[in-house]
Each structure stands twice: as C-alpha cells, then as structure tokens.
C-alpha cells in the first residue's frame, strides 16, 4: 500500500513538472474574474467554471471574456485532468480600437493548454470586411482530432470620443 501511494505521488510530480515544462509564462496571461462551483466534491477540489479576460494583443481597445469549467476531484488537483471543451466567449469594443499592426484571418489571439499534452483552446481572430467587425472564434482542438464545440463572439468597431473608426480590412495582411 505505501508503495502505491509512493508511485501515485510520483506520477503526480512527474506530470506537475511536465506540465510546469510545456506551458510557457506569460506575463500577459489571462485576467482571472471569478470562480462558480458547479459540483462539490467532499475530500478535493469541486469542480467549477471559470471566467477569465483578456485583451486583443493586436486589437487594442477590445476585451474578451471566455468561461470554461475546470474539472476538480484528485485528477483536476494534480493537474492532469483532460478538460472538456466547452467554452463560451463574449468579446466587446472598451475604448477606441487601434490596430498595432497587421493581422492574418483567423489569427491567434490567445492559446492555452487543456490537458498534459493533447488538448488546446485557442482563441482566433478574422475581420469581416464587408461590415467591419471583428469576428472572434474559441475552439478546442486536438492531436488526432479536432472538436466541432465553439464559440464565436463579434466587435463591430465603432467611433469613439468623436475619433474615426477604423477599418478592419486595412489592417489584413494580403
């Protein structure tokens, strides 16, 4: 039995240190809003969704917000878990838009691990030109398959404080 436990734990430093080795720091990360649970669980941690923001590294004056549950239990509390793609996102103008430069459609705008090595949720970013908006995209994807659950959010980009707007499809790289 403590042999087990022994071989438990050192799987779980295994995967922390794997984990700790493949995600790179971001000093612009995520902005964590606030935690729900969603299921309590007695002995670990429950599991939960989770709102977080970010803002447009390229579009500046747009935030998104993106929820996404965080799966609790021992799995979830050693950081192994593979989380579930279900993730919604909302994305809105706060300030006056400027590009700082230009961009490709469906650029990433943000990416993040959901589990040790096989998911990703990635946040992408296209302009409808026609009508000038911002078209945001968040999916999940994987090694061997992709996952067809998304989310997509637009920011129509809009004067602001008597400043012209700009026009998105100035700003596409050809």
């Known amino acids: 039995m403590a042999f087990r436990r022994f071989l438990m734990a050192a799987a779980a430093s295994a995967a922390a240190i794997i984990v700790a080795a493949g995600a790179p720091a971001r000093a612009d990360g995520p902005d964590l809003i606030f935690k729900k649970s969603t299921v309590w669980k007695m002995l670990t941690p429950d599991d939960k969704l989770a709102v977080y923001g970010i803002d447009d590294p390229v579009a500046e004056g747009v935030a998104c917000h993106y929820t996404l549950p965080e799966r609790g239990g021992v799995k979830g509390m050693f950081g192994v878990a593979e989380e579930v793609s279900d993730i919604s996102l909302s994305c809105r103008q706060v300030g006056p838009i400027t590009f700082k430069s230009k961009f490709e459609q469906g650029e990433v705008v943000f ?35 992709g996952s067809p659950k998304n989310s997509t959010s637009s920011v129509p980009i809009m004067p602001w404080g008597g400043s012209e707007a700009p026009r998105c499809a100035d700003w596409l790289k050809s």
């Open 111 to 145: 990416s993040e691990r959901r589990s040790l090595v096989f998911k990703r949720m990635q946040i992408v970013r296209g302009c409808d030109v026609k009508r000038n908006v911002l078209v945001y995209l968040v999916y999940s994807d994987k090694i061997i398959e």
